[in-house]
């Protein structure tokens, strides 16, 4: 069963950080683009960061608070959050795309999603 499932949100003060991690199963891990997303109360979902499985290129939304990376061998993907502030509160979804491409897919092309991880950031 191909599966991503997400871990590591909860409930962080504003200017904490945190550390999500989206573990895949029954898929070929090294042949995927991996992306974060968000959706925040009322919201439209928004792209939070992506790492392309060929180069390792990434792109953030926010490059000096969000990075993203991933281990190929644990077939993981992190996402670490630094200095966090409520507009940042939301659901994080990871979600893979079997991909070759140079630069991240766009959003409406990743295939495989999971159930979110809340984040929450009192201020």
């Known amino acids: 069963e191909v599966q991503l499932v997400e871990s590591g949100g909860g409930l962080v003060q504003a200017g904490g950080s945190l550390k999500l991690s989206c573990v895949a199963s029954?898929?070929?891990?090294?042949?995927?683009?991996i992306g974060w997303f968000r959706r925040a109360p009322g919201k439209e979902r928004e792209i939070v960061a992506c790492i392309t499985s060929v180069t390792g290129d990434t792109y953030s939304v926010d490059s000096y608070r969000f990075a993203i990376s991933h281990d190929n061998a644990k077939k993981t993907s992190t996402l670490q959050m630094n200095n966090l502030k409520p507009d940042d509160t939301a659901i994080y979804y990871c979600?893979?795309?079997?991909?070759?491409?140079?630069?991240?897919?766009?959003?409406?092309?990743?295939?495989?999603w999971g159930k979110g991880t809340q984040v929450t950031v009192s201020s």
């Open positions: 979600a893979a795309r079997e991909w070759y491409g140079i630069s991240c897919p766009s959003t409406s092309m990743y295939t495989i």
């Open positions: 029954g898929l070929a891990f090294d042949n995927y683009a």
